[in-house]
């Protein structure tokens, strides 16, 4: 999106993954996963899932997707999700899923035991898909308190809209202070002048599309998308923009002082901060801090984009707080597991091409 800069070189926050003889990150990879959490709120593991591995966890995907009695996701993106621009929705707690998400926990135990207790919850198990012509979210925090990876099952272009992270954003006990004390105020500042233009590309591409530019909209999708008084914190829709209902951006965050603000603080905002986008290789996962600024692209490719996502709590969390951020499935809600429940239950086989990558016992 030419609206914002956003780089896509990702090594500084990658680590490439080798498996002791249990199948687990080494001590080594474990080492430096923790720095890069901490230091920039995210670590990009490379090869964690072998190309067969990937694939089941594709497979989930598309059986979950292919089902016309889904559960949806209801936190963010509901327009689109309505007009199947994206399809959100959670897992079931089935054994192969269940297995799936216990082979991703054990492999990370050594990162997961590091911030998140034996005992916390597992929030979600679910699966982002993002087709051609959906929106692009607004720089936003999930709820604080949380650990959640990204896995992808499939090789990702930035033209399909990779998630954009703004690095060492994320928020921890004194963080505040950073940046002559100012960091709090720089980084509002940073993310409303990010969503002033983001707001404009939504509005740009749904006028094309109302042109007649491919994709086609649907019959009330530009209504809804702009107009709507429908709650969506995602979409570019004015009337909520103007009314300040919407808690992302909207017209109250955008009064004199803080465009003075924006004006004066320009340089500074440049040189402390920046966006990355992840366009993952099949078998890479993702693991960032929720309170890490982050957003969910538009898909501007004809090829869908899927991604398995899976979020366990770091810190107590009251219940109501989960669907700001996350849609467990009815069966997770029904049966509640914890981060030991996926350390111990049998996980999936392993694929016959991990073991090269594994260190002899």
């Known amino acids: 999106m030419q609206e914002l800069k956003v780089s896509n070189d990702t090594s ?10 249990k199948g687990k990150l080494t001590d080594h990879c474990v080492r430096q996963a923790l720095t890069m959490m901490d230091t920039h709120g995210l670590v ?36 689109d999700n309505a007009y199947l621009r994206r399809d959100f929705c959670s897992l079931p707690s089935t054994p192969p899923v269940t297995g799936f998400a216990a082979m991703l926990c054990q492999r990370l135990e050594g990162v997961y035991s590091e911030y998140c207790g034996r005992s916390r919850p597992v929030l979600e198990i679910a699966t ?11 720089i936003h925090r999930d709820p604080a308190g949380v650990i959640s990876l990204f896995a992808a099952v499939e090789d990702v272009s930035d033209q399909q809209g990779g998630t954009v992270f703004v690095p060492g954003t994320h928020l921890y006990g004194g963080s505040d ?42 019959p ?18 004015l009337l909520r923009f103007l009314l300040g209902k919407n808690s992302q951006f909207s017209l109250r965050t955008l009064g004199p002082r803080t465009v003075w603000k924006l004006y004066r603080h320009r340089e500074a905002m440049d040189k402390l901060f920046r966006m990355v986008q992840m366009a993952p290789r099949k ?16 898909n501007r490719s004809p090829q869908p984009r899927r991604i398995f996502g899976m979020s366990i709590a770091r810190d107590m969390i009251e219940a109501k707080y989960w669907h700001d951020g996350y849609s467990p499935h009815p069966t997770l809600a029904a ?19 991990v073991t090269h990558r594994r260190l002899s016992a």
């Open 12 to 21: 500084a926050f990658e680590v490439p993954v080798v498996l002791d003889e």
């Open 283 to 298: 078998g890479t996962v993702i693991l960032y801090r929720s309170d890490l600024l982050h957003a969910g692209p538009d």
């Open 128 to 138: 982002f898909t993002s087709y051609r012509g959906s929106s692009h979210q607004y």
């Open 335 to 353: 049966n509640p597991m914890c981060l030991a429940d996926l350390l111990d239950c049998a996980a999936l086989p392993d694929a016959p091409n």
């Open 177 to 218: 202070n950073n940046h002559g004390g100012m960091a709090r105020e720089l980084t509002e500042l940073f993310r409303t002048r990010c969503n002033y233009r983001i707001f404009r590309h939504n509005l740009k591409k749904l006028w094309r599309m109302r042109k007649g530019e491919e994709p086609a909209l649907a």
């Open 44 to 79: 990009v593991l490379t090869k964690l899932l072998s190309d067969e591995e990937a694939e089941l966890g594709l497979a989930l995907i598309r059986e979950t997707i292919e089902d016309p009695d889904r559960s949806r996701s209801a936190f963010a993106s509901e327009t």
């Open 220 to 237: 009330g999708e530009f209504w809804d998308r702009v107009f709507s008084t429908k709650w969506d914190q995602h979409q570019p829709n």
